[in-house]
């Protein structure tokens, strides 16, 4: 079985093929065609830009699909429906449609957090060893947390109430020159950063001891930026200042995230705890989470890290396993950019 995922929720229009046979699967193509330059000036995605520029590629990159797959024949399309920015969701279903009628095959709406969860399943067979799990989704415009018992069935426990991590990170990282996207370029300077002089600050965890699973992440926002503004000029351009501040913030970030996932962990009595979105390839968060996973004796689970940001790969995969689970399909799909786990 053939199964095309297509991606457009944001600002990467994506294309993804894998193959599946014998209980193995085999990824045929992985396309992504980045906007990351054109909204860089904007400091985020500007949604018709984007809705544009979908348009324009998803044609080019089907064609290079049509080449990789060398005739073989497509058994099912798998569309992000939701969640995401309602004209980009359209460009990408209005296309999958498309291809559907022309080419006779069968096309299914899939849940963008939902595949940035499924895709740990990648190339792993048993899955049942591996449940029930609780699922995390941290990206640039997500912060979800919940429990999945089986494909397919899920309760969720909390999700942001305002800013998602990938948010925040953007909005401060743009107070010291980062363009957007911000995580990755704070990441790479605190790796390679060495400061020379050193500064105190604390910021506030937001919600870390709420008995609830929802998260809040504007406060440590505006925190951030108040003692930023406070700062003389010559300490506001220092990269010293600037190490301290940013690594506070992941520490604070990492300090909630942790606290509420593992909380969770004891109240329901996981197997395992998976994690998806763009924010699950930062190093420093993932080395977080490994120790505390470590310390207590559970399985945690990141996916590669090219599978971590938007791509075609996850839709397909989650398309998948709809079609085995479900066996049916929509009679129309629909853009839900508001859509929930």
């Avoid at 099912?76 to 006779?104: D, H, M, Q, R, Y």
């Avoid at 640039?140 to 990938?166: C, N, P, W």
């Avoid at 948010?167 to 060495?194: H, M, Q, T, V």
């Avoid at 995969?317 to 066996?327: A, I, R, S, T």
């Amino acid at each position: 079985m053939i199964v095309v995922g297509i991606e457009t929720s944001c600002d990467e229009t994506a294309i993804g093929i894998l193959e599946f046979k014998q209980k193995r699967i085999k990824i045929l193509a992985n396309l992504i065609h980045s906007q990351v330059k054109i909204h860089q000036k904007y400091g985020g995605v500007y949604p018709f830009l984007a809705k544009r520029e979908h348009k324009r590629n998803l044609p080019i990159l089907f064609e290079k699909s049509l080449k990789i797959l060398k005739h073989k024949k497509i058994d099912l399309i798998a569309v992000t429906k939701g969640p995401g920015l309602e004209p980009c969701l359209w460009e990408g279903i209005n296309f999958a449609k498309e291809i559907s009628k022309k080419l006779k095959i069968p096309v299914l709406g899939v849940n963008h957090l939902e595949a940035h969860i499924l895709i740990n399943f990648l190339g792993k067979r048993k899955i049942k060893n591996l449940l029930p799990a609780l699922c995390l989704v941290i990206s640039g415009g997500h912060t979800v947390l919940f429990l999945m018992e089986k494909i397919g069935k899920y309760s969720l426990l909390g999700q942001t109430r305002d800013d998602a991590v990938g948010e925040c990170y953007d909005k401060i990282g743009r107070l010291f020159s980062f363009s957007y996207p911000a995580g990755p370029k704070i990441g790479e300077f605190l790796k390679n950063y060495k400061p020379k002089s050193k500064f105190e600050v604390k910021f506030p965890r937001p919600m870390i001891n709420q008995k609830n699973y929802d998260f809040s992440f504007s406060g440590l926002k505006t925190a951030i930026f108040y003692d930023y503004k406070k700062q003389p000029d010559e300490i506001k351009k220092s990269k010293d200042y600037a190490y301290f501040v940013l690594k506070e913030m992941k520490n604070a970030v990492s300090d909630v995230l942790i606290s509420k996932t593992f909380r969770a962990k004891k109240e329901f009595l996981v197997k395992s705890i998976l994690v998806g979105g763009g924010v699950a390839a930062d190093d420093f968060l993932q080395k977080r989470f490994e120790k505390e996973a470590k310390r207590q004796k559970i399985k945690i689970f990141f996916p590669e890290k090219k599978y971590c940001t938007d791509n075609g790969v996850m839709v397909s995969l989650n398309g998948y396993f709809n079609f085995v689970l479900k066996k049916k399909f929509e009679k129309e799909i629909f853009a839900n950019p508001d859509l929930t786990i």
